[in-house]
């Protein structure tokens, strides 16, 4: 479940910075790899990814191309768009993940040997490795 936050948290914060679609294409081979070695179904990550994402898109005027539209007919500049709406976000993102860990529980129980394994991956390998 930690894991399921913590790719959650990752793909808000992108998305924040980069285009939704780009946050989730970066963030779904690492969830596949996860998800392989834990040997549990990727679909309860991939949902909470792209809702993760929608939400963290919306805080900066960058993250979402209709809140361009959005702080130019407002007239916010994007500190203010996000002093706006971070904190917002900071309730929404939490309440979500939550929720989604509730609806998802039982697909997110890994056994023990093979949570052991994500611990042995080896990240600079994995980067090396182009078929990851």
């Known amino acids: 479940m930690k ?5 959650a948290i990752i793909s ?25 070695r834990l040997k549990i179904s990727p679909f309860p990550f991939f949902v909470t990814e792209i809702i993760a994402s929608n939400v963290g898109g919306t805080a900066t005027l960058i993250g979402d191309p209709p809140n361009i539209l959005i ?20 309730i929404i993102l939490p309440v979500t993940v939550l929720f989604m860990m509730m609806v998802f529980r039982k697909s997110l129980q890994a056994a023990p040997e093979a949570r052991a394994k994500i ?9 090396r490795n182009r078929v990851i």
Not at 76 to 88: E, K, V
Request: glycine letters at 2%; hydrophobic letters at 65%.
């Open 3 to 7: 894991i399921m936050v913590l790719l």
């Open 12 to 36: 808000a914060v992108l998305s924040a910075f980069l285009d939704n679609v780009t946050t989730v294409l970066l963030i779904v081979p690492v969830t596949f790899s996860i998800t392989d």
């Open 71 to 90: 702080g130019s007919a407002t007239q916010l500049s994007f500190m203010d768009f996000i002093l706006n709406l971070s904190p917002i976000i900071l």
């Open 119 to 127: 611990m042995e991956l080896d990240e600079i390998a994995a980067l």
